[in-house]
């Protein structure tokens, strides 16, 4: 997932857990920025145009995390295609609605297998792909956006 767009911010302050998810979804080819400090992520995104995907734990000790989630949702209403996974150690029913409430592509639980994780990635970069290229994603199937993933990356090469 190199080029302009594709890039995923993991945002945690355990730094263990930014390593080990940064790690699986290099291998898995997208290209990763990692920040252990979430109070930094607006200005991250900001000067970051080509991040697709936020993955985020929503309890954090420094900052709400579902607060931080809201503020993306605000800020950057004008990128629609930015995609929010939350992936928690503490899973709870009111992080989890909070969390649908606010688009998230996916809730995740820690410890998160690999194949999991990349899954859900996966799905939430096709997603985001087919939001860029200006095709509804409602309706779709996996199978249409990954047609329009491999349609997008083949204009970028």
Do not use: N
């Not at 390593?19 to 252990?36: H, Y």
């Amino acid at each position: 997932m190199d080029g302009d767009t594709g890039s995923v911010l993991l945002i945690d302050e355990d730094r263990g857990v930014l390593q080990r998810s940064a790690r699986v979804l290099e291998r898995a080819g997208f290209a990763c920025v990692t920040m252990a400090d979430p109070g930094e992520a607006m200005d991250r995104l900001q000067g970051s145009p080509a991040v697709d995907l936020v993955l985020l734990e929503p309890q954090l000790q420094s900052l709400d995390g579902i607060g931080l989630m809201r503020g993306i949702r605000d800020r950057f209403a004008g990128r629609p295609w930015l995609q929010l996974i939350v992936l928690t150690g503490a899973p709870s029913l009111t992080s989890a609605i909070e969390a649908l409430r606010l688009e998230a592509a996916d809730y995740l639980q820690k410890p998160v297998a690999a194949e999991a994780l990349v899954q859900g990635v996966r799905r939430a970069a096709l997603r985001a792909a087919a939001q860029r290229s200006g095709v509804p994603t409602s309706g779709s199937t996996e199978q249409l956006l990954r047609l329009v993933w491999q349609i997008h990356a083949a204009r970028r090469a």
